[in-house]
C-alpha cells in the first residue's frame, strides 16, 4: 500500500517557540492532505485539510494564525504549531489518499508526531 | 454536523474470548471505514464497506453494514494478543467520500488477557 512518512517522531520544544512537522507521500502524490491530532486514549480529531497550491481548510475551533499548514508540493505538507503552550501537547498525525492507486479511499496515515511543549 | 458514536469504549477480554464494537451514524452514510490502532502505534486501513447489509469477513474478523446504513459492527472471533489496540469507524466528512475527509468514531480499546 500507499506509504505516508511523518517527521519527526518526537519532539520536546519550550514554551513559546515553534514547531514544525513535516508529512510526506513517498509514492504517491497527494493533492490533499488531512491533519488529525489526538489525545492519549481518544479518537482522531480533524484539525484542518492541506490543499496543494492553495490554503488549508481548517475544522471549526481550529485557530488557524496557531496551526500553520503548508502543501507547497504533491507529496508534502507541513504543520507548523506557533508559539506553543503546554497544552498544545498532542499527537498530530497526517494522512492523505492515493487517488490514483486501486485501493478503495483508505486514508493512509503517517506515524504520528508527539509533541511535548515543556 | 455528521457524528459518528462507538461502543464500547473499553473492552477487556481474555484471550479466546470473542469481542465485538458498535457504530452508530446519526445519519445515512454513503460507506464506512474501520481502521486498527496499535498502542503507540498510528491508524491503519482494514476494510471500506459500502453496500446496505454488506458482510466482509477478514481471517477472525467480521465486519458488518446495516440495512440502513447507518450502523456497523466489527466482530473477532477468538481474540488473540495481537489483536490488542483501537478500533476506529470512519464515515464520510462533509463532502462527501470524493472529498476524502472522515469523522472517526471514539474508538474501542481492546485489551486481551493471555
Known amino acids: 500500500g500507499a506509504v505516508v512518512s511523518q517527521h519527526p517522531s518526537w519532539v520536546i520544544c519550550k514554551s513559546g517557540t515553534s514547531v514544525k512537522i513535516e508529512c510526506r507521500s513517498l509514492d504517491f502524490q497527494a493533492t490533499t492532505m488531512f491533519w488529525y491530532r489526538q489525545f492519549p486514549k481518544q479518537s482522531l480529531m480533524l484539525m484542518a485539510t492541506?490543499?496543494?497550491?492553495?490554503?488549508?481548510?481548517?475544522e471549526q475551533g481550529v485557530e488557524k494564525d496557531k496551526f500553520l499548514i503548508n502543501h507547497a508540493s504533491l507529496t508534502l505538507s507541513t504543520l507548523t504549531v506557533t508559539s506553543a503552550h503546554p497544552e498544545d501537547s498532542s499527537f498530530y498525525i497526517c494522512?492523505?489518499?492515493?487517488?490514483?492507486?486501486?485501493?478503495?479511499?483508505?486514508?493512509?496515515f503517517g506515524e504520528g508526531s508527539r509533541l511535548t511543549v515543556l | 454536523g455528521q457524528q459518528v458514536m462507538q461502543i464500547p469504549q473499553y473492552q477487556h477480554v481474555q484471550e479466546g474470548e470473542d469481542f465485538t464494537t458498535y457504530c452508530n451514524s446519526s445519519t445515512t452514510l454513503s460507506n464506512i471505514q474501520w481502521y486498527k490502532q496499535r498502542p503507540g502505534g498510528h491508524p491503519v486501513f482494514l476494510i471500506q464497506?459500502?453496500?446496505?447489509?454488506e458482510v466482509k469477513k477478514q481471517k477472525r474478523l467480521t465486519f458488518q453494514f446495516g440495512e440502513a446504513k447507518k450502523n456497523s459492527s466489527l466482530h473477532i472471533t477468538a481474540t488473540q494478543t495481537t489483536d490488542v489496540g483501537t478500533y476506529f469507524c470512519a464515515g464520510p466528512g462533509a463532502g462527501g467520500t470524493s472529498y476524502g475527509k472522515l469523522t472517526f468514531g471514539q474508538g474501542t480499546i481492546l485489551t486481551v488477557h493471555p
Open positions: 494522512s492523505a489518499r492515493d487517488l490514483a492507486g486501486t485501493n478503495t479511499g483508505e486514508l493512509f
Open positions: 492541506s490543499n496543494e497550491g492553495s490554503k488549508a481548510t481548517y
Open positions: 464497506l459500502v453496500k446496505s447489509g
